[in-house]
């Protein structure tokens, strides 16, 4: 699919609902640039990890523990535990990803907002125009964003004020609650997520979410006379 | 700053990250997976995501998260069961948790 299909495969709802993913993308960005430079680090270790980790959670993680006086070690440790989870996305996600050039590119830009989006739509062009759309625009958006925030130091560091800490969950949400509608993989899904909040408060960063697969356990794949005619 | 441990790290980070993003397509690429497991590698996509989103909603570090982040996701998610627009949910929720704090609610 060629990035000139992408845009004419995209619905004008869909491109507008990406489109505001990735502004509040780009103001977390901002926040993550000012707290990183704010709590002494130089100015490119915020904007490095953004474009060859490009995972906001683990880059977040990363320079918080090195601003405590961490090691980066172990910051590096946390960061790539926290990115477990892409294993998952991939899996589910790999048609939309492509191969050849395109699994290269179509990987670095996994992330859980584009994973959301792809898996939100019904058909495969659909699905692939958003995993794309959602990848790049996060991607730009992000890396500008941090540049900024770097660059404006203690300007902008808690974005908390303005609630976008509690806009990306509901995002998220709003995102696979259709796919919620199958019994099965709610009841999954909800065995997961109460894994993942008992576990928390006693595992480090990540964990908890891969744990959360043991709700997996009670999905049942639906009998093929019950599945819809495709 | 030690700068050579930093990068060290930093670029450990960035090659173990895009190893896992890539190991999905890979493997999906290498072996015929079955419908019955396809299946279930969608759910557990879904399964993981919803505990992203209770975690990120209730919890902030190995803590609670508070009451206004909750409110603000739930304000969300209501909306979104009622399928309210995209725009609506996010601006609601972020609004609501700005809201709670600017009245003092943590």
């Given at each position: ?8 495969t ?22 993550y ?53 892409h ?6 996600v ?26 939100g ?49 509901a995002?998220?949400l ?12 709610r ?22 979410v ?21 | ?41 969608a ?21 609670s ?6 409110a ?35």
């Amino acid at each position: 699919m060629s990035m000139r299909s992408i845009w004419r495969t995209l619905d004008r709802r869909l491109a507008r609902d990406i489109g505001l993913v990735c502004l509040a993308d780009g103001v977390v960005g901002l926040s993550y640039g000012a707290i990183s430079v704010g709590g002494g680090l130089p100015w490119w270790v915020p904007v490095l990890l953004s474009i060859v980790v490009f995972a906001g959670a683990s880059q977040f993680l990363f320079v918080g523990i090195v601003i405590a006086g961490g090691s980066p070690i172990a910051a590096m440790i946390a960061g790539v535990l926290v990115n477990t989870r892409h294993v998952a996305f991939g899996l589910a996600v790999s048609d939309e990803v492509g191969s050849g050039w395109r699994r290269w590119l179509g990987s670095h830009l996994m992330t859980d907002e584009n994973v959301a989006f792809a898996i939100g739509q019904d058909n495969p062009r659909q699905r692939r125009a958003a995993y794309w759309a959602g990848g790049i625009g996060i991607f730009i958006c992000w890396n500008i964003g941090v540049l900024l925030g770097s660059a404006a130091g203690s300007v902008i560091t808690d974005t908390d004020v303005f609630g976008l800490d509690a806009a990306f969950p509901a995002v998220l949400l709003a995102l696979v609650l259709p796919a919620l509608r199958d019994r099965s993989t709610r009841t999954a899904a909800l065995v997961g997520a109460v894994v993942a909040l008992a576990t928390t408060p006693f595992l480090p960063a990540g964990l908890p979410v891969l744990f959360a697969s043991a709700g997996l356990l009670f999905y049942r794949t639906p009998k093929p006379a019950l599945e819809p005619a495709a | 700053m030690n700068t050579p441990l930093l990068l060290t790290g930093i670029g450990i980070l960035a090659v173990g990250t895009f190893s896992l993003r890539i190991a999905g397509p890979v493997l999906r690429s290498r072996f015929e997976i079955p419908e019955r497991i396809q299946g279930l590698l969608a759910a557990a996509a879904i399964v993981l995501l919803t505990a992203l989103v209770a975690t990120a909603a209730l919890t902030a570090g190995s803590g609670s998260a508070g009451i206004a982040r909750p409110a603000g996701v739930l304000v969300g998610g209501v909306l979104a069961w009622r399928k309210a627009p995209f725009v609506l949910i996010v601006v609601a929720a972020a609004a609501t948790a700005a809201g709670l704090r600017l009245l003092g609610v943590p």
